[in-house]
């Protein structure tokens, strides 16, 4: 299993980016995919997920109302568009999936993606 993401960048507060991760190696849609982030001398957490069989999705309090996860099954690419963005959300972003559900212990990680939120 792989897991790339792409979209990371450089925004200023109040823009948007959106990020994609594609996952390879899996025969089905039965597994479910996280969004993380880990700041500077802060602790890695989850920002959303998506449960794809079930198109099931969660989302921190922090980013409820301004982050969306969506999937693209027909690429095996679950996408979470950033609006509305704070120098709060600067962190290396991370997607991973999980062969069961989530929120919850992850299997697999892809290696992040950069987001910088300038004020």
């Known amino acids: 299993v792989q897991l790339v993401e792409f979209g990371g960048g450089l925004v200023q507060d109040g823009g948007s980016l959106r990020l994609s991760c594609t996952a390879s190696?899996?025969?089905?849609?039965?597994?479910?995919i996280g969004w993380f982030r880990q700041a500077p001398g802060k602790e890695r957490e989850e920002v959303s997920c998506?449960?794809?069989?079930?198109?099931?999705?969660n989302y921190a309090d922090s980013v409820k109302g301004r982050f969306t996860i969506s999937s693209d099954s027909s690429k095996n690419t679950v996408y979470l568009q950033m609006n509305s963005l704070q120098p709060a959300d600067t962190g290396v972003y991370y997607c991973?999936?999980?062969?069961?559900?989530?929120?919850?212990?992850?299997?697999?990680w892809g290696k992040g993606t950069l987001v910088t939120v300038s004020s």
């Open positions: 991973a999936a999980s062969l069961s559900n989530c929120p919850g212990p992850m299997d697999y």
């Open positions: 998506i449960v794809l069989s079930e198109t099931l999705t």
């Open positions: 190696g899996f025969t089905d849609d039965d597994y479910a």
